[in-house]
């Protein structure tokens, strides 16, 4: 059975996330009690009715019962029950945002926690071995509600035959940084589409603006160089047991250099047989 444990600080997206492993056949339940799941799992594991993927969410809401979550995987070890962790995670002053937008209570608000900033800070010290732990990590600060969607799926919907994922992730500098980049190149240095007025609105997703950029002999030797450093590096990830890689390329703005190299990378770490997926982070942003 493919199980999967959601979790993360509140207002990070596992909302969203729960409803898209539905959509791709997940059995989704939310805010389990942590001390239940090893004897939910023996249930599902002795059924008729197997389930072969199943996604549970654990966090901070149930509180003082949050801290059986331990123990509880602790126990999935001993029976020797694999799972993986998703932890989705946002900026302290996102997820500010979000709770007075969305007027919701934090779950870690009352008591001796009167500010949400208080229960946010709490909140993510409680989560600290989970973040560590974590097999994916998503950090949802600048995504919308549909690339969040698109990365969930581009995860989950493939098979865990094919071993560790590999995003190529276009972003702009003027935007900060990815924090859930594991190797970020910045390609500032090279021609930059956007000072000629017949390609500054298009983008690397344009085969004008990715061949103007690939054309340069400085480009070509930068993309041979960090395919060679890439093709280094990935089979001592994958020898770590590393499930998830981020490769960030960035530019100014995100929408010229970035982008044709995410493009140059996608396609070269494809050729070799790697899982990879595409996501270009600031491709939309004006």
């Given amino acids: 059975m493919d199980f999967l444990i959601v979790t993360g600080m509140s207002g990070a ?8 492993l539905e959509d791709i056949g997940y059995y989704c339940i939310d805010n ?8 939910f799992l023996e249930l599902c594991l002795h059924s008729s009715h197997r389930l072969d993927k199943l996604a549970m969410v654990v966090d901070v809401r149930g509180r003082e019962l949050f801290a059986g979550l331990t123990e509880s995987l602790a126990s999935l070890n001993r029976q020797r029950i694999g799972y993986r962790i998703l932890f989705l995670d946002a900026a302290d002053e996102v997820l500010q945002l979000r709770f007075k937008e969305t007027r919701r209570k934090h779950p870690m608000l009352g008591g001796q ?3 949400l900033s208080q229960a946010i800070e709490k ?7 989970l973040r ?7 950090d949802t600060s600048k995504l919308s509600v549909a690339q969040l969607r698109e990365q969930i799926s581009d995860i989950f ?13 276009s972003f702009g500098f003027k935007y900060g940084l990815p924090s859930d980049a594991d190797t970020v190149f910045d390609v ?18 344009d085969d004008e603006v990715y061949n103007y950029v690939m054309d340069s002999p400085v480009s070509q030797e930068f993309a041979q160089k960090i395919s060679a450093m890439m093709d280094f590096l990935i089979p001592h990830y994958q020898a770590e047991g590393k499930s998830q890689l981020v490769i960030a390329v960035g530019c100014t703005g995100g929408k010229h250099r970035s982008v044709t190299f995410a493009r140059y990378l996608y396609d070269h770490l494809k050729s ?15």
């Fill in 188 to 205: 500032r240095c090279l021609p930059n589409p956007f000072y000629l007025p017949e390609l500054r609105e298009k983008t690397g997703l």
């Fill in 157 to 169: 919907l493939r098979d865990k035959a094919d071993g560790m994922l590999i995003t190529c992730m």
């Fill in 13 to 20: 997206g596992k909302s969203t996330a729960v409803e898209v």
């Fill in 113 to 115: 926690v009167g500010e």
């Fill in 132 to 138: 560590q732990a974590a097999d994916y990590y998503i």
């Fill in 123 to 129: 909140e993510r010290g409680l989560l600290g071995q």
């Fill in 32 to 39: 389990i009690p942590p001390m239940l799941i090893p004897k």
């Fill in 272 to 286: 070799r047989g790697n899982n990879v997926v595409i996501a270009h982070r600031d491709l939309q942003k004006h």
